[in-house]
């Protein structure tokens, strides 16, 4: 299965930018990339995903590097509410090795600080 | 309200005992995750079905089953139960393909004593 790598931790201030990077330098041309979030005491919740485009939404920004081997999840700006373990997920079509596999790695977790 | 319903919220059971755990999907919705989540370990991807059949396989033990019935809710079924098996148990749902999202429902907490 396709890894992705991400820092155990990070820490921001209330309403500052978090950039959150991933690598997945074994990225598929059919992989893509996918990021969502656990928040205390609940399951896990989508945020974003996008193929080779830079994505927007009303949660976060994707931007994808060029060759597609690293992504960064952009909260604009950081709530108290965003403290939560962010997780970045290949996720295949078919005939890839992580076809239908939306498997959760170590995550990030980010803490965010008034 | 992701409108993926896990039932029961909560249950209490003894080694060695079987019990099922249902998920029923939000409308639509053709795929169904499961995972498990324990206290000392991240979300440990189990099995995925889509419409009726299995699609991908995680590290679901030989005492897990799953299945997906025609009307698309799923059942997961955990029998010989362990101490170790104590742990919230999350089911997803999603239109199905790499490009949808994954909807996961509040989970059932298994508690084995």
């Known amino acids: 299965d396709a890894k992705t790598t991400q820092p155990n931790s990070m820490e921001s201030n209330e309403e500052e930018p978090v950039h959150l990077p991933c690598n997945h330098s074994?990225?598929?041309?059919?992989?893509?990339i996918h990021w969502y979030r656990q928040l205390p005491s609940q399951g896990p919740e989508y945020v974003i995903h996008g193929l080779t485009s830079n994505v927007n939404n009303r949660m976060a920004s994707l931007a994808i590097a060029e060759d597609r081997k690293s992504s960064t999840l952009i909260l604009h700006r950081a709530t108290l509410r965003d403290a939560a373990v962010y997780y970045c997920?290949?996720?295949?079509?078919?005939?890839?090795?992580?076809?239908?596999?939306?498997?959760f790695g170590q995550g990030t977790i980010l803490t965010v600080h008034p | 309200d992701s409108g993926v319903t896990q039932t029961p919220k909560h249950l209490i059971t003894a080694t060695g005992q079987r019990v099922t755990l249902r998920c029923s999907p939000r409308?639509?919705?053709?795929?169904v995750y499961w995972y498990q989540q324990s206290l000392d370990q991240g979300l440990q991807f189990l099995i995925q079905?889509?419409?009726?059949?299995?699609?991908a396989k995680g590290n679901i033990l030989e005492r897990f089953s799953a299945q997906q019935f025609p009307d698309l809710h799923s059942e997961l079924n955990l029998s010989s139960l362990e101490l170790g098996d104590s742990a919230l148990y999350f089911c997803a749902s999603s239109p199905g393909g790499p490009n949808t999202e994954a909807f996961f429902g509040q989970g059932t907490r298994l508690t084995v004593v």
């Open positions: 409308s639509g919705d053709l795929s």
């Open positions: 997920i290949l996720l295949g079509g078919a005939g890839g090795t992580s076809y239908g596999k939306l498997t």
């Open positions: 079905y889509y419409n009726g059949e299995e699609r």
């Open positions: 074994t990225i598929s041309g059919t992989d893509y």
